[in-house]
């Protein structure tokens, strides 16, 4: 849609380009934080796929978890998984290696391909919504929808 902002659209231009129909909307209130979003959309806290940034120690490179609002990430669960440790990326490592700022960073559109991993926690959900680009911007979709978007692998995240 025309009338979204530059970073939303590049994230339904992506989503465009799955395949996949799903629609970015921007709302009024902020959808920053997964509580603010839930809140501006009207679901439950669990029902938002938070897409969060770690960096990986050795490679340096940017490894996307998509958890549930309800959820923290175990860094050693991910660690052993990717095979490499991880830590918490600032907020410019964000910015620089998906092209988008915290508070809006989505699952699919970065910059770079990023390695993903999915909360099965999530899973269980008729509907999920997602960060669209901008912390006033989301969409929703299905667990199914996500998995196909990002090609993250399904784990327990605890
Ligand atoms: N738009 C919402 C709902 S989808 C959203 O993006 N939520 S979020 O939880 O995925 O994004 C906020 C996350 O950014 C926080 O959980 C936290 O992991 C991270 N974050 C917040 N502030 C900072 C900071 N200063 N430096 C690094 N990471 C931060």
Request: hydrophobic content about 45%.
């Amino acid at each position: 849609m025309s009338e979204l902002s530059p970073s939303a659209r590049r994230v339904q231009e992506a989503l465009d380009q799955l395949g996949l129909v799903l629609q970015v909307v921007e709302l009024p209130g902020s959808t920053r934080t997964a509580v603010d979003a839930a809140q501006a959309i009207g679901c439950t806290v669990a029902q938002i796929a938070k897409s969060l940034i770690f960096r990986a120690k050795e490679t340096n490179r940017p490894v996307l978890v998509i958890a549930s609002g309800v959820n923290r990430v175990n860094e050693k669960t991910i660690a052993s998984l990717l095979g490499e440790k991880i830590g918490k990326a600032d907020a410019d490592f964000v910015r620089r290696r998906t092209g988008f700022v915290i508070g809006g960073v989505p699952p699919v559109g970065h910059i770079e391909r990023v390695e993903t991993f999915i909360d099965e926690d999530l899973m269980g959900y008729e509907g999920i919504w997602a960060a669209a680009g901008t912390p006033h911007a989301v969409f929703r979709l299905t667990p199914d929808d996500l998995v196909k978007a990002t090609g993250g692998m399904v784990v327990s995240i605890h």
